[in-house]
């Protein structure tokens, strides 16, 4: 009989996670007067204790008890091989896929929401702004809150408030707050509307919004957290991979493949970054991070300085950016809608370590629909970007005759997300790309900032 899920008891669940600034070289984040960030100018936003983690170099990191225990609710979670779905794509490469859907918020992102949760609660905070492009983060965080008792206060992009109610109802089940974003309580939030006051918001706004209701809070016992981008949230994530790891290893298997879809890059991170370790240290391997045609920040766009909100609030990092005031095309996956790219996956990219790929909606959807329809179970569209690669790799395996082994991220469910599929059925979906003009005109945003350096890691 063949191997159809592995599981692991809780007694296996990993107890440390995998630090990457250990093994990479990065340029540091600037400040406004150009100068690497010092910790303490972070303190505003961020608890001590949160950033410390931001900067450290140490390799592995404990996981707290009292963060275990809660995401014991869920995890260890699921490594299914989909046996159906190599049938269906009639492909010798065996697909083994990391279920995080089956976290309560459905996604990959209560795995650093409830991490942050926990250090803000420890440091004193009570309560946390955020931002939420598709909802996913906002009800994470409202979940997480709920779990130590803070106040969570969620700025949702426009467009997804109104494809998404759902969304809104299920943080205010967790005791989350949600408005629209641009919204009229921030500054940032205000500019945005005078620009146009029809804008559909972007991740960009949002982001400076809740910084700045985080900032303004006179009480001191505010602060904001961010949902992926940032070292620590993708530190958070390697949870991810370090299971799928032990999972493999109970079966023998190892990838030759590893796949998932990046948005600001956390759950890619999460899975991959245990993989990346293995590969500097020699080990042979493709990685794929997969974004979508729409918004191709690694495939098309620079390695540049740039800020990581709209506002210009954050400090300028290192990544591959559209350009800050980047407001990209309303496609259906709102989680892949960010301008930027983590810093620590731009700089692997820039070395050649991991390779980027894009691929477009409807590729995308086509692949969901196959995966639910083989597998059962149906993923949210940011996920489809990442099968609909899968698809890709096992068609040339089987071309090249090969038994190549793929591991991907399902990031998360897409039980809330029935609008994209909606119009995919109905025939209303577009295959939105950006054209040479746009990109361009995006990336004037940050023409006048400082480069960074090229750096080898190994
Ligand atoms: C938010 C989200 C993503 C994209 O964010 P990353 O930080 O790139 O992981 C992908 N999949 C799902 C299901 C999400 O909710």
Redesign the pocket.
């Known amino acids: 009989m063949e191997v159809r899920k592995v599981l692991l008891s809780e007694d296996e669940m990993p107890r440390q996670w995998y630090n990457i600034l250990a093994d990479i070289k990065m340029n540091p984040p600037l400040g406004p007067d150009g100068q690497p960030v010092k910790p303490e100018m972070l303190a505003p936003v961020f608890p001590m204790n949160l950033i410390e983690q931001e900067v450290s170099t140490e390799r592995w990191i404990d996981i707290p008890e009292g963060i275990l225990q809660i995401l014991k609710i869920w995890r260890p979670s699921p490594l299914v091989r989909a046996l159906f779905l190599e049938k269906a794509l009639d492909t010798p490469a065996r697909i083994y896929y990391k279920n995080e859907g089956v976290s309560p918020p459905g996604?990959?992102?209560p795995n650093t929401a409830v991490a942050q949760a926990y250090y803000n609660k420890e440091f004193g905070i009570k309560k946390i702004t955020t931002e939420t492009?598709?909802g996913?983060?906002g009800s994470a965080l409202s979940f997480a809150c709920c779990q130590f008792g803070i106040e969570c206060k969620v700025f949702m992009v426009r467009v997804s408030f109104d494809q998404k109610p759902y969304r809104k109802s299920m943080m205010e089940a967790w005791g989350g707050h949600c408005v629209a974003s641009p919204s009229t309580e921030t500054e940032a939030g205000r500019q945005a509307l005078a620009k146009d006051p029809e804008t559909p918001g972007s991740l960009g706004i949002a982001i400076s919004e809740a910084i700045e209701a985080a900032v303004s809070d006179k009480s001191g016992t505010t602060r904001y957290s961010l949902?992926?981008v940032l070292n620590h949230v993708l530190l958070h994530q390697t949870i991810i991979g370090l299971e799928a790891k032990k999972q493999l290893e109970k079966i023998g298997e190892y990838p030759d493949v590893v796949i998932g879809?990046?948005?600001?890059?956390?759950?890619?991170a999460g899975l991959a970054f245990p993989f990346v370790l293995d590969k500097i240290n020699g080990r042979d391997l493709e990685i794929y991070p997969v974004e979508p045609a729409a918004c191709p920040t690694m495939t098309r766009a620079p390695f540049v300085y740039d800020h990581g909100d709209t506002a210009r609030y954050t400090p300028l990092l290192p990544m591959h950016s559209l350009g800050h005031a980047f407001v990209p095309p309303p496609f259906h996956a709102g989680?892949?809608r960010y301008h930027g790219m983590a810093p620590t996956v731009s700089q692997l990219v820039t070395e050649g370590i991991i390779s980027p790929k894009a691929v477009r909606q409807l590729e995308a959807y086509k692949a969901g629909v196959q995966f639910a329809r083989t597998e059962g179970v149906i993923p949210?569209p940011?996920?489809t970007h990442a099968l609909a690669y899968v698809a890709q790799e096992a068609r040339k395996a089987k071309e090249e005759g090969r038994e190549k082994v793929i591991l991907v991220n399902f990031?998360?469910h897409g039980l809330l997300d029935f609008a994209g599929y909606d119009k995919y059925f109905s025939g209303k979906l577009d295959n939105y790309a950006l054209s040479d003009e746009q990109l361009a005109e995006a990336e004037s945003a940050f023409a006048d900032f400082p480069k960074p350096q090229h750096l080898k890691s190994r």
């Open positions: 996604s990959h992102k492009g598709a996913q983060w949902g992926s879809c990046a948005g600001g890059g956390s759950n890619f989680g892949l949210a940011e996920t990031s998360g």
